[in-house]
């Protein structure tokens, strides 16, 4: 969250200053932004990227709810129920539903959470079962979007290109999982996890931003480079003198909070059930 707080506030300032007619914000829609991570109440995000914060805050209250119910040990059953109310809900069109448990993204988060369960307990026949039909939702999914792209950008994608890109970045993850990709266990690799979240943040309207004043000045090349290279340099300040001092204690902080929800859930089932 504190990063999240950064960037948002770098990318409204900037915004006031050099977005000009196509990049506008508001100091309500800044304020909803920074309550609400991302936009919401009939209130745009002030970066267009921030629009899958909406899904991973919608996975984030699943794990949640399993944790205050003291669920989370029995967390590969449930990423099965997940999984299945997920087709279920795609089956028949159960619109109120979709949103609750993230359908669109489903497949992608049940598949890093059996990576994680892989890493930590090993392959096993079912894991592999839940890994495989998250793949195969993912794909399902990934398909539906390419008459979408066709219609709003004009770009009609292969969907044989699409399906490798797609099995390989499943291919890369098992592959950590399973501890097999010895040359990704480099420190470094770190790094580039560490940087990607401030600079998925950052990257998008100040970059738009930022061509549309300097481009009629500078090369082109040297302009998309020095873009990356800015964008990269704010990241990593940010996770230096942001995440990390905060990682620790805002964890414990979540987890103490979680814990406590958890023993007064708990307390009021055993209440309920004397009554």
């Not at 099995?167 to 580039?192: C, N």
Request: glycine share 8%; hydrophobic share 55%; charged share 15%.
């Amino acid at each position: 969250m504190p990063a999240f707080w950064v960037c948002c506030t770098i990318t409204f300032l900037v915004t006031l200053a050099i977005g000009g007619d196509r990049f506008t914000a508001t100091w309500q829609q800044y304020i909803v932004n920074m309550l609400t991570l991302g936009g919401g109440f009939g209130t745009d995000p002030i970066d267009g990227a921030y629009w899958s914060l909406g899904a991973e805050l919608r996975f984030y209250r699943l794990v949640a709810i399993l944790i205050i119910v003291g669920q989370i040990g029995r967390s590969e059953r449930w990423l099965f129920v997940w999984l299945i109310g997920t087709v279920l809900v795609e089956t028949f069109s159960v619109i109120k539903l979709k949103t609750f448990l993230v359908t669109d993204y489903a497949g992608f988060f049940i598949a890093g959470a059996a990576c994680f369960l892989i890493r930590a307990r090993g392959l096993s026949r079912s894991l592999v079962v839940l890994l495989c039909a998250s793949w195969a939702l993912s794909l399902y999914h990934e398909f539906r979007l390419l008459p979408y792209f066709s219609e709003h950008y004009e770009v009609d994608l292969n969907p044989v290109v699409v399906g490798i890109v797609m099995t390989s970045f499943f291919v890369v993850l098992l592959g950590l999982a399973l501890r097999r990709a010895p040359i990704l266990r480099s420190p470094r690799w770190s790094w580039f996890g560490a940087v990607s979240y401030p600079l998925y943040l950052i990257h998008q309207n100040i970059g738009y931003m930022l061509f549309n004043l300097i481009d009629a000045t500078v090369n082109s090349d040297v302009l998309f480079w020095g873009v990356i290279a800015a964008a990269i340099a704010v990241a990593l300040a940010v996770h230096i003198a942001v995440e990390k001092p905060v990682a620790r204690p805002l964890r414990s902080g979540i987890l103490l909070g979680l814990d406590a929800l958890h023993n007064r859930a708990s307390t009021a089932l055993r209440d309920r059930m004397r009554q």
